[in-house]
């Protein structure tokens, strides 16, 4: 697409309209390599260091965009909530405090703004960043651009409302839209029509035929279940069938446990103008208390050849990251699991021996992990959060119990072909679609 002319007339369109724009489209339309793409155009405009920055709401997300999150771009700290209700305000309290100081500089220096998977972005946050971008300029600055892409029919945020009911919603992007409708990623038409309608949360006759004809039943399903990878929405079903494929692969033999070992560092993210913590003097206590909303398991079970995901930002410098898949190859003499990551595209200066690195090819790379930095993962996690914007070469969907909008899209979307996507359960009133999105979509595109 970077050699494609007419990309590059639409991206010049796009950036000399000085407009913020919102860029949308169904699963698998090209909004992630749009954004990619439109971020090489911009920073070919826009060459100084910090003046154009992508960010996105997950690590993964971030790591896809190839940018960061935006709680790290803004200084948010960890479960970071608003204090009051007035953005304004939020921003000058931020801004106000010595640890904001750096960050005011780095956002000083933004000329544009890609955020990734708005639709994930609750809105509350977006008037924040807003406000902080606008509260860090420098007097005679020219205003900053924000280019927001996502789809507001997939995942939502796990918290809060839809960003485009945030205050600054419409005095950003007014009708600045832009929305691709061609589908890339499948190309069989019914295919490609069964989406669409699952777009909207209809169960159309294409839904339906389309499930009916990739429905597995239970013999067919033998050969699938322990090797292909499972997208299903409730956690609960997720650890189950983790356990079942877990003790298959051990050949009946219970797996090995391996327990987490916690400690005490001080918050990076801390006001620096507070004196140090002392961290070898919080209890047991406290420190237990504090990992109680923590969604790494303290104990996880695997063994050799089981599918894992990382669930740390631990590996961030050689390029892995929470949600990252790998499959355990072997265990050092002290019981560290060595874990193979296929697909992986090797940070420059990776060198083997640090961060745990064992040998590296060119798309793969082999580390040696603690044992807890990661869960079994023969399934996904709930709601196909951890598979979002991906696009897989064989899934079998176990939908039946989608509790969610846009969660039965998200896992139908991911398969480019119909042969690879097994059905296990489906249930045509379990496919939802926010109403509130659709509405938005209606009044904008008038579809
Ligand atoms: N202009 C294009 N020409 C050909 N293939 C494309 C084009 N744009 C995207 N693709 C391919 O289509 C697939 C989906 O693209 P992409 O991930 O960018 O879509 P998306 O809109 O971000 O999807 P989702 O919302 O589901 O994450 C990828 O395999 C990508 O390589």
Not at 164 to 186: I, K, N
């Amino acid at each position: 697409m970077a050699a494609n002319q007419s990309w590059t007339l639409v991206f010049a369109r796009l950036f000399e309209n000085g407009v913020s724009t919102f860029i949308t489209g169904g699963p698998g339309v090209g909004k992630s390599i749009f954004l990619r793409c439109f971020t090489s155009f911009l920073r070919s405009r826009l060459p100084q260091p910090g003046s154009v920055v992508v960010a996105a709401p997950t690590g993964s997300a971030a790591k896809t965009a190839k940018g960061v999150t935006f709680h790290s771009f803004c200084g948010f700290p960890k479960n970071y909530k608003m204090q009051g209700d007035d953005p304004a305000h939020e921003a000058a309290h931020l801004l106000g405090q010595d640890r904001w100081k750096p960050i005011a500089r780095r956002l000083a220096k933004v000329e544009v703004l890609l955020l990734d998977e708005i639709s994930m972005v609750a809105a509350d946050k977006l008037d924040v960043i807003n406000k902080l971008l606008r509260q860090s300029r420098r007097q005679g600055s020219p205003p900053f651009l924000v280019y927001t892409f996502g789809d507001f029919l997939q995942l939502k945020p796990t918290i809060g409302a839809l960003a485009f009911t945030a205050r600054c919603w419409r005095p950003l992007f007014g009708d600045g839209m832009l929305e691709l409708t061609r589908v890339h990623r499948q190309e069989q038409p019914d295919f490609v029509q069964a989406i669409r309608d699952a777009r909207l949360g209809r169960c159309t006759e294409f839904v339906q035929k389309h499930m009916d004809e990739c429905f597995v039943d239970d013999e067919a399903y033998e050969a699938l279940g322990c090797t292909v990878l499972h997208l299903m929405p409730r956690h609960n079903d997720v650890i189950a069938h983790n356990a079942k494929c877990l003790l298959r692969l051990c050949l009946g033999d219970r797996p090995q446990d391996f327990v987490a070992v916690d400690s005490v560092k001080a918050d990076p993210n801390r006001d620096r103008s507070l004196r140090d913590p002392d961290v070898h003097n919080v209890s047991p206590f406290s420190r237990d208390a504090a990992f109680l909303d923590c969604i790494a398991p303290l104990r996880v079970q695997h063994c050799c050849g089981a599918r894992v995901m990382l669930v740390c930002n631990n590996l961030l410098a050689i390029g892995l990251f929470h949600g990252s898949i790998g499959n355990v190859r072997d265990y050092d003499c002290d019981g560290s699991p060595v874990v193979r990551f296929e697909n992986h595209q090797v940070v420059a200066g990776t060198r083997v021996g640090t961060h745990g690195v064992r040998d590296a090819g060119v798309d793969w790379i082999e580390v040696a992990c603690t044992p807890v930095d990661f869960e079994a993962c023969f399934f996904s996690c709930p709601g196909a959060l951890a598979v979002r914007r991906l696009t897989l070469t064989e899934a079998v969907l176990d939908v039946g119990e989608a509790f969610g909008a846009g969660m039965v899209l998200a896992a139908m979307s991911r398969v480019p072909e119909k042969r690879r996507m097994h059905v296990r359960s489906f249930s045509g009133s379990r496919l939802l679609a926010d109403p509130e999105a659709v509405r938005f979509y209606r009044m904008s595109i008038r579809w």
